[in-house]
């Protein structure tokens, strides 16, 4: 095991001529939890589906989960690497029981845990009435993070990318939710919670921010910095 | 194999009721006057036929069984019987008041009946040559009987086999249920992959009042076989149709369906799961005629072609001035998995009533990237993505199945098409 559960150098991607990543360092250490902020369009979820290797983007430089490079890799292998991304919108599978999901990716999984996983969150997290459901499918959007919340949950990655899991959550929720994310921390883990909020960081205890605002990093610092932009917004920089 | 001639047509009416040999050497002499229907006509658009029936003798006696079906036990029949080259094989079978066997028996001892479900259905208006065909040179077939007040005490099966190569069979199934009767069928068609041979399947059926009927057709025929079916039902007031069909096997596999709601209040829900692989052609035409005031219809049917297998799906909606107060609405989506695959997918509306609510939706299109993406950031690899994908699309016409038992094996045989369109490389 290496120090960092995710560790991302000169990362640069675009579609075609268009680049959206200007060069991104951003490490997440295993055991710590850090947010990314900045203004819509900055490049948030891009970062997160060219780590998941979205096919529409060209990537280059590196990304390294437990030291391994996924950046070569498919999209399933990385998230057998240990990558889970919890999708700002979640894709409707019309057909596809929530249960039926977690039981393929049981099976497409290497360890022996993830049914025993799956069954404890689902108790743990009150998610019974949601098996038999399609995944994403007439789902409110709170209820829709939840599914997201409750996969992550089972599949126990290395590296989670949680992308605007807080919007459209009740008061309420936002902290169960903070409260399950800051119970996920630990020493094999780490976890990069991307949103436009600080209130689901007064739930949690935040190791870094980063801000990112074009296409690059422009600043990484402790929970002020989250203080600092509800105040004053990005423009000010 | 004998051949289309007027020996046969009597060696097919041996067993006739007075009322079916009038109609036998009628439609034999328009059989004679009847070409090959053509892509020139609007119900046959779409298809090559590509083969004579001349070239395919009328079956006059039942070969010999195919065995081992392996529906029949999921099924958990309360009754079961067979139908081999379009003969009832074996006795009528009795059970808590429900008859059912062979039609060319009932036909002699409940004539009127039978002639009225028969007569009543609208087969008449098919002239096309395979219609006349089964008029003249029909056999026998299984009759179902649910008397007044009557429910079934299960799944009535009815295994319905052609086994001779180089033959057309007319299995016919007639089913009539009473005044408040239920049942619950179960129709499994199959014939060996090999064996060249056509055949021309009838189901018809006669609702009467508050009756409910329920059918499942599961379209198994194997790769060298032809099959242009109908299926006809009259509903009759308060009456409710379940009607489904699993297209799976055939050459060339057709329905042309005509659901008569005539009773006020009369219901129709019609689902249909298709998978047409390698050079497959399945063919529905659904017809779906509103007589009686506040009357439903919905239809709701998915297929997927592969390879260089095509699908054509077109449903007429036809809404009587009588139709008052009626609700119709038809849908079919389309999976699309290969480049050299094709789909035709034609809604039809037409509204003589002013008061009605109406809707149809038809889709074609590829397996979609975003699914198949999200399912792979799950650690899912890519074919196990798109089996679940294709899993997904049919669960919704499955799901609505009228008995869930069968959904099993069903959902089995599609997704293994699929897999070895896979295994072969060719989606
Ligand atoms: N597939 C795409 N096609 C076209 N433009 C894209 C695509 N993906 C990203 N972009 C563009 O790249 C920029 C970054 O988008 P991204 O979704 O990463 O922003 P974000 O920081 O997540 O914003 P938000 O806070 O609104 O979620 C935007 O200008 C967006 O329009
Ligand atoms: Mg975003």
């Not at chain 2, 046969?8 to 041996?14: E, I, K, P, Y």
């Not at chain 2, 999200?374 to 089996?387: F, N, P, V």
Request: with cysteine; hydrophobic share 40%; proline share 4%.
């Amino acid at each position: 095991m290496t120090d960092n559960a995710l560790q991302i150098e000169g990362l640069t991607a675009g579609l075609g001529d268009h680049q959206i990543l200007k060069g991104i360092d951003l490490t997440v250490p295993f055991g710590e939890i850090h947010a990314l902020m900045g203004p819509n369009g900055s490049g948030k979820s891009t970062l997160a589906h060219v780590l998941t290797g979205h096919e529409d983007y060209e990537a280059a430089g590196s990304a390294l989960v437990d030291g391994v490079d996924i950046l070569g890799m498919s999209v399933h292998e990385r998230a057998r690497s240990g990558l889970f991304h919890a999708f700002q919108y979640p894709v409707a599978l019309p057909g596809i029981s929530l249960e039926k999901l977690t039981n393929e990716m049981e099976d497409a999984s290497e360890e022996g845990d993830v049914e025993t996983r799956a069954i404890d969150a689902a108790e743990r997290m009150r998610m019974e009435p949601f098996l038999d459901r399609f995944v994403n499918v007439g789902l409110s959007g709170g209820e829709k993070k939840r599914s997201e919340m409750y996969q992550l949950a089972v599949a126990a990655p290395t590296v989670a990318i949680l992308d605007e899991i807080d919007s459209g959550l009740d008061v309420d929720a936002v902290r169960d939710v903070a409260e399950m994310v800051e119970s996920m921390r630990n020493r094999q883990r780490g976890v990069l919670v991307i949103t436009h909020y600080n209130r689901i960081l007064r739930y949690m205890t935040v190791d870094r921010i980063h801000v990112l605002v074009d296409g690059r990093i422009v600043e990484s610092g402790g929970p002020e910095v989250a203080e600092r932009l509800e105040a004053e917004g990005y423009k000010t920089r | 194999m004998p051949s289309f001639d007027h020996d046969a047509v009597s060696a097919a009416g041996a067993n006739d009721a007075p009322w079916r040999a009038a109609t036998r050497s009628a439609a034999h002499d328009a059989y004679l006057a009847t070409a090959m229907p053509d892509e020139s006509e609007e119900i046959w658009r779409y298809i090559e036929l590509g083969f004579d029936l001349d070239d395919y003798g009328p079956a006059l006696e039942p070969g010999v069984p195919l065995d081992g079906d392996p529906l029949l036990e999921v099924s958990h029949p309360a009754v079961a019987g067979r139908l081999v080259d379009g003969y009832w094989v074996g006795d009528d079978v009795e059970a808590a008041g429900v008859t059912v066997g062979s039609l060319d028996r009932s036909s002699s001892t409940e004539p009127e009946l039978v002639e009225s479900v028969v007569t009543g259905a609208g087969l008449a208006d098919r002239r096309d040559r395979f219609a006349l065909a089964a008029t003249a040179f029909g056999g026998d077939g299984a009759f179902v009987h649910i008397p007044k007040g009557t429910v079934a005490p299960g799944v009535i099966y009815l295994e319905t086999q052609a086994t001779k190569p180089g033959s057309t069979s007319f299995p016919r199934i007639v089913i009539a249920v009473d005044e408040g009767g239920e049942a619950s069928i179960v129709v499994h068609f199959r014939s060996r992959q090999e064996d060249d041979l056509t055949v021309v399947p009838q189901i018809v059926a006669a609702l009467g009042d508050n009756a409910n009927l329920s059918v499942t057709v599961v379209q198994n025929w194997g790769y060298a076989t032809r099959a242009l079916g109908n299926t006809n039902v009259v509903v009759g007031r308060d009456a409710a149709l379940r009607f489904a069909e699993i297209g799976l096997g055939g050459k060339l596999a057709r329905l042309h369906l005509d659901v008569r709601l005539e009773g006020r209040g009369s219901s129709a829900n019609i689902v249909g799961a298709y998978f047409g692989d390698k050079e497959q052609t399945l063919d529905y035409r659904y017809f779906m005629r509103h007589i009686g005031t506040n009357t439903r219809s919905d239809m709701f049917l998915k297929g997927a072609v592969e390879d260089e297998a095509r699908s054509v799906f077109t449903g007429m909606i036809r809404i009587e001035n009588s139709g008052q107060k009626t609700e119709a609405f038809q849908t079919n989506r389309n999976l699309i998995l290969s480049d050299g695959a094709s789909a035709q997918s034609v809604p039809n509306l037409e509204i003589l009533a002013n008061d009605v609510r109406c809707g149809h939706g038809s889709t074609l299109g590829p397996l979609d990237a975003g699914q198949r993406y999200y399912l792979m950031s799950r650690g899912i690899g890519e074919q196990q993505a798109d089996r679940l994908q294709v899993h997904g699309f049919f669960e919704e016409a499955l799901l609505k199945l009228p008995q869930p038992e069968i959904a099993g094996p069903v959902r089995e045989w599609i997704s293994n098409k699929f897999v070895a369109a896979q295994v072969a490389g060719r989606v």
